[in-house]
């Protein structure tokens, strides 16, 4: 499968890693919004959301639990925003949780058109008709 994710599990493609098990690998993104800004992968190809394995889910979140006190302890950062894209804005098609290192005035910020936004009460009704 032509994916630069399966290539940096197998070692086509270097990758600064950080963390790795059977399950799992941390590597640094390659165009970082901030210090220490890493990916989450799992080994297994999926793509979205809708496939991840549950329990693969669930060790991703264990990791992330043991990575961000060391990510605290050796960037001295203030926070972690942790972010994941499905279909729209995922640029690369290999299943990847963003762990991002909080900073003050790291400036990072998402920029939405709110000019798109409909009404709570409207939204609210799309969500909950039957
Ligand atoms: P997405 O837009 O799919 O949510 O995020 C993909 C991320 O993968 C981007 O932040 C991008 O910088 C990162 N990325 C793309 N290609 C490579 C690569 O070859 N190596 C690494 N380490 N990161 C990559
Ligand atoms: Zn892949």
Redesign the pocket.
């Known amino acids: 499968m032509d994916c630069?994710?399966c290539k940096?599990i197998a070692g086509e493609?270097p990758?600064?890693t950080v963390y790795e098990d059977e399950e799992v690998k941390v590597?640094?993104?390659?165009?970082?919004?901030t210090n220490g800004?890493l990916?989450l992968i799992p080994k297994k190809h999926c793509t979205t959301i809708l496939e991840i394995d549950p329990a693969t889910w669930k060790h991703m979140l264990e990791v992330i639990q043991m990575l961000y006190p060391k990510l605290k302890e050796k960037l001295h950062c203030e926070g972690l925003t942790i972010?994941?894209?499905n279909d729209y804005?995922?640029?690369?098609?290999h299943f990847?949780i963003?762990l991002t290192p909080r900073y003050p005035d790291d400036l990072l910020a998402h920029q939405f058109n709110k000019d798109l936004l409909k009404s709570l009460e409207e939204v609210h009704q799309i969500l909950t008709e039957a």
């Open positions: 630069i994710f940096i493609i990758s600064y590597f640094l993104d390659i165009n970082p919004s800004d990916l972010a994941q894209n804005g995922q640029d690369i098609k990847h963003h």
